[in-house]
């Protein structure tokens, strides 16, 4: 398909040469709002740039033949650069107010795509606060980047480039504070953040996007958007399908901006009132064309071998792109009739349909520049459940402030995976907020669920749950408040939030994690963890590694939380104090034995299990009281213990041993509990090639293990107050 567009493309007429015709805006309303200069998807219309209250915007990228294809390329980075002085006119306006750049300055880039130019815009925006402090000669404030496109767009992809970027971001020196970035999955037309949570909202090339199809189409037969053959009623449908969305778009905005906050737009228009103008259509009338060359001979244009019956006339007739190009005009009347912000400017900038092409003075092309051209131009839930009481009693006391109840309740998930336990935390949370709010008869807040989890997480997957489960929030009925998630990568072991923006975190399974292995392991040989045949050295490093980290992660936490906000956490630990015992690294004295089977059997080199050991600690009670009480930060209101079987289906508390037939099932059972957890690290050493026959016979240590003597996991729930 992308060789007929090509193809089409040149063929346009030579004596008409189309430059899209981008438009900059600059609006305010209770805020201030510029609109800077914006570009169509393929590069082929005028362009809008509006700074005000946050218009979000979406970009997408496919891969279409092989072929990688993103809104955010050269034609993206080419409307960026010419939003630069936009944005910067909008940031400086914002850094002379003192309450905004002496806090966190929280910004909203709308449609990010997942491309690599979607972090090119939040850089931009750190060197304008940056410019802005040195001239105001301010502190520069924490800075928050939400990032936001639909539930499809690939976030992993994004998430994976964000550890480069804070590198870049430390390497522009002192005069730049902490930088949070995070993802918020949704529609613009959509509420996407609480109320009057954002100072600066920017969007590049995705307010041109409808929220559906506009209706009554059925006669735009053999077109696939407005063209010079449409009947009027569908150039009716494409306008009163572009007023709704706009003015939706920015009553949304205008709850989420805070007063005096700024807007920067850019998307693609027209130059003439006439919506059948070239730069208006003439692209997509292309499209449409080599649709119809799929579907038969034409002799539109004389190509050679074209296939015939490749598409269907009929799917051609059912299918229109759910876009709009406006004119001026149109974009004035809506930002007028709506009433929430004041344009203060409208600007314009061009780009040639090929962004590749930087010739702005010849208004036609030779044969060979136009087909160039036109190439370019294409055991976790039971945790949960055991934890709910704790939980509740922490939320409830947070319920008791008026001055949190009557705001948004911020809540953080740190470690949250992606699996379908992981709203399960939230919906649990919803659900006490509601039964706190009834007892105190008042009106549930907003809520905002943040989801950490290292960069490599599959948030793909789990924001694909997000509609299934905003629609079981909204079944809860009246009683409960706006609820908003998003996505917060990285290490829990670094900073993730900014400075007293948390009311509550919770944490399931994850604390237990070490940030490294430690130090000093190379004569812990034959073992993957602490165990009874390892030197009293590897003893004391794990536990100096569990020290230093457990410390950090309470300190980091601390400056992320309220006053008086609470943090429940939830990890596997140890009953006695000795470090050897058997509920604290029995399954890994197994998980090492099996590794060893296969060293016997020539698969595994032994040199291999030597220098590999895992990054984990079980710690007891002790030693949990003693570092809360050394780090200072928090005060420890309860710390209660759970048992779960190595098997997590096996409910039987009575019996500590198994017969032959019930160690067998309970063996595959943990052997899949350990499996989940340790699968990675073991292919990162060993090799995707020996995992099944590793587990395989890790299910009959542990079968043989439980037949004699059944040992649990021992689970700590920590309830801690920041002081």
């Known amino acids: ?160 480039m964000l550890p480069d970027f804070y590198e870049k971001v430390k390497k522009k020196g002192e005069n730049v504070g902490s930088c949070f970035v995070s993802a918020v999955p949704g529609s613009f037309y959509d509420r996407l953040f609480p109320d009057q949570s954002l100072h600066l909202v920017y969007s590049s090339y995705s307010v041109h996007w409808l929220s559906q199809v506009p209706e009554g189409l059925e006669n735009n037969t053999l077109n696939v958007y407005m063209a010079k053959t449409s009947p009027p009623n569908v150039f009716q449908a494409y306008g009163k399908q572009f007023i709704t969305d706009f003015t939706e778009f920015l009553q949304l905005r205008s709850k989420e901006l805070v007063r005096g906050g700024r807007m920067v737009l850019t998307r693609v228009g027209r130059s003439e009132v006439d919506p059948t103008s070239d730069d208006g259509c003439g692209h997509l009338e292309l499209l449409a064309q080599s649709l119809m060359i799929w579907s038969k001979r034409t002799n539109i244009i004389k190509l050679s071998q074209i296939p015939q019956g490749r598409v269907q006339e009929s799917d051609i007739y059912a299918f229109n792109i759910p876009i709009y190009y406006p004119c001026e005009e149109e974009v004035r009347n809506v930002i007028e009739s709506q009433g929430s912000f004041s344009l203060d400017s409208l600007n314009v900038f061009e780009v040639n349909w090929d962004p590749n092409d930087t010739d702005y003075t010849n208004m036609n092309d030779l044969n060979e520049p136009s087909r160039a051209h036109g190439k370019n131009a294409a055991k976790v839930e039971t945790g949960i459940l055991k934890t709910l009481p704790v939980l509740k009693h922490s939320i409830k006391a947070i319920a008791n402030d008026d001055v949190v109840f009557n705001q948004c309740f911020k809540i953080a998930d740190l470690g949250c995976s992606s699996g379908r336990n992981t709203l399960l935390v939230a919906s649990n949370i919803i659900d006490i907020v509601i039964d706190a709010c009834k007892e105190n008869k008042r009106t549930p807040p907003q809520i905002q669920v943040c989801l950490n989890d290292l960069f490599g997480n599959d948030f793909n997957n789990l924001f694909k749950m997000l509609p299934d489960f905003y629609e079981k929030v909204k079944k809860k009925g009246e009683n409960v408040g706006s609820c908003f998630v998003s996505a917060v990568p990285g290490s829990f072991y670094d900073r993730l939030f900014p400075d007293q923006s948390l009311h509550l975190v919770y944490s399931t399974y994850s604390v237990h994690w070490l940030s490294q292995v430690p130090e000093g392991l190379e004569n812990n040989t034959l073992n993957v963890y602490m165990a009874k045949t390892s030197p009293p050295n590897v003893i004391q490093a794990y536990g100096k590694q569990f020290i230093t980290d457990f410390t950090e992660f309470l300190q980091l936490r601390s400056e992320e939380l309220v006053r008086g906000g609470r943090m429940v956490l939830t990890l596997v630990g140890r009953s006695e104090v000795d470090p050897t015992s058997d509920d604290g690294c029995g399954h890994l004295e197994l998980l090492a034995q099996s590794l060893h089977d296969l060293v016997k059997e020539g698969r595994v080199q032994e040199s291999d299990i030597y220098s590999f ?111």
């Open 1 to 160: 398909m992308l060789d007929f567009c090509s193809s089409v493309l040149p063929h346009y007429p030579h004596s008409l040469r189309l430059v899209p015709f981008p438009v900059k805006m600059f609006l305010h309303g209770n805020a201030s709002w510029e609109l800077a200069p914006a570009a169509s998807d393929a590069g082929l219309s005028e362009f809008f740039t509006i700074c005000s209250f946050p218009l979000p915007t979406v970009f997408h990228t496919a891969d279409v033949g092989g072929l990688g294809i993103s809104s955010a390329g050269s034609l993206m980075e080419t409307g960026i650069l010419k939003t630069l002085p936009v944005l910067k006119h909008s940031i400086k306006a914002i850094a002379n107010d003192d309450v905004v750049f002496n806090q966190c300055f929280k910004i909203a880039d709308l449609g990010c795509s997942s491309g690599r130019n979607t972090l090119l815009v939040a850089s931009n925006i750190i060197d304008i606060v940056i410019e802005a402090c040195k001239e105001n000669k301010r502190t520069p404030p924490q800075i928050q980047v939400c990032l936001n496109d639909l539930f499809g767009n690939d976030f992993n992809n994004l998430f994976k």
């Open 613 to 723: 050991n895992i990054p984990i600690y079980y710690p007891c009670e002790e030693e949990v009281r003693n570092v809360i009480e050394s780090q200072g930060s928090f005060s420890l209101d309860s710390l209660n213990v759970f048992e779960v079987n190595w098997d997590p289906n096996d409910t039987d508390y009575t019996n500590m041993n198994d017969l032959n037939e019930p160690s067998r099932a309970h063996g595959k059972n943990a052997a899949k509990v350990v499996r989940a957890y340790t699968e990675p690290l073991l292919t990162s050493q060993f090799g995707n090639s020996i995992i099944d026959a590793v587990f395989k016979r890790y299910e009959k240590h542990v079968a043989e293990y439980l037949a004699n003597k059944k040992t649990r996991y021992f689970n700590l729930v920590i309830s801690l107050t920041k002081k």
